[in-house]
């Protein structure tokens, strides 16, 4: 699974202009990342991993979703139902650093935002 992982996102994640998106950040994973990647014609248009932490807390951080209008709102907001939809049974936390312009996705899906904000982002609890 690990090997078509990385087939699907590495052009994403290794493009400048992806990297510059995520505020020159880089993108990372490890054994405790679910990733969620939706595709549109066999090209990736968007991908929200999640890191597991004890404790049943998940960790969004660091996705991407290609465009800036309506079309990004759906695939985000698709990306985001699949990922809670997985995590639903148990109590599950959910902390997300979203992108401010993304605010609003988030909070129909639950989030509320905490007391953390940056020029870009917002931390996110559901």
Same mark, same amino acid.
């Given at each position: 699974m690990e090997q078509? #992982?990385?087939?699907?996102? &590495?052009? #994403? @994640?290794? /493009?400048?202009v992806v990297i510059r998106a995520n505020n020159n950040y880089p993108f990372k994973t490890n054994d405790n990342y679910v990733w969620f990647i &939706?595709? =549109? =014609? /066999?090209? @990736?248009?968007?991908?929200l991993p999640l890191e597991?932490?004890? %404790?049943q807390k998940v960790i969004i951080n660091n996705y991407y979703v290609v465009s800036d209008n309506e079309i990004r709102?759906?695939?985000l907001s698709a990306l #985001? %139902? &699949? &990922?809670? /939809?997985?995590? %639903?049974?148990? =109590?599950? #936390?959910?902390? %997300?650093?979203a992108l401010i312009q993304d605010k609003d996705i988030f909070?129909?899906?639950?989030?509320i935002l905490q007391e953390k904000k940056w020029k870009l982002y917002v931390k996110m609890i559901r």
């Open positions: 078509q #992982l990385y087939q699907l996102v &590495a052009p #994403l @994640v290794m /493009d400048p &939706a595709t =549109e =014609e /066999d090209k @990736v248009v968007g991908f597991l932490r004890k %404790s709102k759906n695939i #985001l %139902s &699949a &990922a809670l /939809d997985v995590f %639903s049974s148990g =109590e599950w #936390l959910f902390t %997300s650093v909070e129909k899906f639950g989030f």
